[in-house]
C-alpha cells in the first residue's frame, strides 16, 4: 500500500527530549502517523539505548533501532549556550515537547513548561516521570523498580512467593502509549481552544491503570490478589498445560467454549460433570480439572491440538517462541515486520506499527537515525 501524501499527523512538529523507551515509543507512533520529530541528543553519547547491546543489527543496538524510526537526530548539549538557544528556538516552534528526565531538570536548561509556555502558548508538553512530579520526583524510574513497588510482580510469577518480571519493559511501553493518547487529547483541544496544556504522565500511575481488574479487586472489594501462575483468578481452564511436545495454552472464558473443549477432547461427558457445571465450579476445582485436562492433552502434539480445538472454537495455542509468533502473523496476513530502507538500500526489517487505517496507513519511509544525522539541517532551519 502507497503511503499517502498526507498523513493523520501531518504538519505537527515534536521536539523529542526523550530518551531510553517510554518517551521514544510514544514519539515513534507519533513519527509513524506522520509527525516531524526532531530527537534531541547529547552529542557524545546520545540516547542511553545505543550502548545497550548486544544484540546488533547495522552496527546498532536493536534496542536503539526498535523505538526510533521515522525521526531526525540532532545533537546539542543542553549545557552549551549556543545548542542551548536552539533547543529553546525548537521549543518556540514545536506543537508538541517530549521529555522524561527527573522533575526540575528541564526548567534548569530553561526548557521547563511555564519557560517554553511563556514564548509558545499553544505547545503540548508532555512530562513522562517514574513517580510524578511530588514528593517521589527524586525516585529513579526503572521499568523492574516500578514492577516491583507497583504491584505486577507481586501477581506475576510460577507460584507464590516466588514473583517475576515480565520478559519486556511492559510499564515503559503501557506508559508510553497512555503518553501518546494523551498528547492527542492535547492536540485535539488545542485545534479547538487554541491552548497548550501539560500532559503528565508517570510509570506508577500507568501500570495501577493496566493492572485493571487486578487493580479493581483490591479498590472495590478490598481484595488484594497474589500470584497464580498462569492461571486466571476468575475464569477456568484459563492456564498453560502439557500437550504431548510442549507447553500448550488453553484460555476458556466461558460454558459454551468449555462444552466445544470437552468435545474436542473427546470427553464430552466433562460437560455434564457436576463439578465442571459453571465457570464458578471449575475455578473452585481448578486442581481437579488441571488434571484431568492433562491427561487427555498428553495425547496429541500442541500443534496438532491447535489444529484440532480451534475451529471448535476452543481459545487455545502452543507457547510460541519470539520466531514462531511471527510465523503465525505472516501466515495470518497480519504483516508484522515494517521493511525500512537502511544503509546503502539495504532493508531494515523493524516491527510494524499495530495501527490499521484504511485511508493514512503508518509510514516507514525513514531508518532510526543515525546520532546527530541531521544536526546539520535542522541547526540551519533553527538559526535561520
Keep these: 500500500m502507497t503511503t499517502p501524501s498526507v498523513l493523520p499527523l501531518s504538519g505537527v ?12 515509543y510514544a514519539t515513534m507512533l507519533l513519527a509513524d502517523l506522520g509527525a516531524d520529530v526532531i530527537k534531541v541528543e547529547h552529542p557524545a553519547t546520545g540516547d542511553d539505548t545505543r550502548a ?8 546498532e543496538a536493536t534496542y536503539f533501532l526498535s523505538v526510533n524510526r521515522n525521526k531526525r ?23 508538541v515537547l517530549f521529555e522524561n528526565f ?27 516521570t517514574g513517580f510524578g512530579a511530588g514528593p517521589g520526583a527524586a525516585f529513579p ?22 514473583p517475576v518480571k515480565t520478559g519486556v519493559a511492559l510499564v515503559d511501553v503501557l506508559t508510553g502509549l497512555h503518553a501518546a493518547m494523551g498528547v492527542l487529547a492535547a492536540l485535539r483541544h488545542r485545534d479547538a481552544t487554541g491552548e497548550g496544556q501539560h500532559v503528565e504522565v508517570n510509570l506508577l500511575s500507568s501500570l495501577l491503570s493496566s493492572l485493571v481488574n487486578q487493580a479493581a479487586a483490591y479498590t472495590l472489594a478490598g481484595q488484594v490478589p497474589g500470584i497464580l501462575g498462569n492461571r486466571h483468578p476468575s475464569i477456568a481452564p484459563y ?25 474436542g477432547l473427546g470427553a464430552p461427558e466433562l460437560t455434564d460433570d457436576t463439578r465442571f457445571a459453571t465457570n464458578p465450579d471449575r475455578v473452585a476445582r481448578v486442581d481437579e480439572l488441571a488434571e484431568l485436562l492433562g491427561e487427555l492433552l498428553a495425547a496429541r502434539t500442541a ?52 495501527i490499521s487505517l484504511s485511508r493514512t496507513p503508518p509510514r516507514y519511509d525513514r531508518r532510526p537515525p543515525r546520532l546527530g544525522e541531521h544536526t546539520s539541517e535542522v541547526a540551519d532551519w533553527l538559526d535561520s
Design 303 to 354: 500443534v496438532e491440538w491447535f489444529e484440532h480445538l480451534t475451529p471448535l472454537g476452543v481459545p487455545c495455542g502452543p507457547v510460541n517462541d519470539l520466531a514462531q509468533a511471527f510465523d503465525l502473523a505472516d501466515r495470518l496476513s497480519l504483516a508484522p515486520r515494517a521493511a525500512v530502507t537502511g544503509d546503502e538500500g539495504s532493508p531494515m526489517d523493524l516491527v510494524a506499527n499495530p
Design 52 to 59: 545497550w547491546g548486544p544484540p546488533h543489527a547495522h552496527d
Design 239 to 263: 492456564d498453560v498445560y502439557q500437550a504431548k511436545d510442549q507447553p500448550f495454552v488453553i484460555a476458556v472464558g466461558n460454558d459454551r467454549q468449555f462444552a466445544a473443549l470437552c468435545r
Design 141 to 162: 524510574g526503572y521499568d523492574l523498580l516500578i514492577q516491583a513497588v507497583g504491584g505486577l510482580m507481586s501477581v506475576t510469577g510460577p507460584a507464590p512467593g516466588q
Design 73 to 95: 537526530s540532532l545533537a546539542l548539549d543542553l549545557r552549551d549556550e549556543p545548542d542551548r538557544r536552539r533547543a529553546t528556538e525548537l521549543a518556540r516552534r514545536a506543537d
Design 13 to 24: 512538529l515534536v521536539a523529542d527530549f526523550g530518551r531510553v523507551l517510554a518517551a521514544p
Design 102 to 128: 527527573r522533575p526540575g531538570t528541564m526548567h534548569k536548561y530553561g526548557l521547563g513548561y511555564g519557560q517554553v509556555r511563556s514564548v509558545n502558548p499553544g505547545i503540548v508538553y508532555c512530562s513522562i
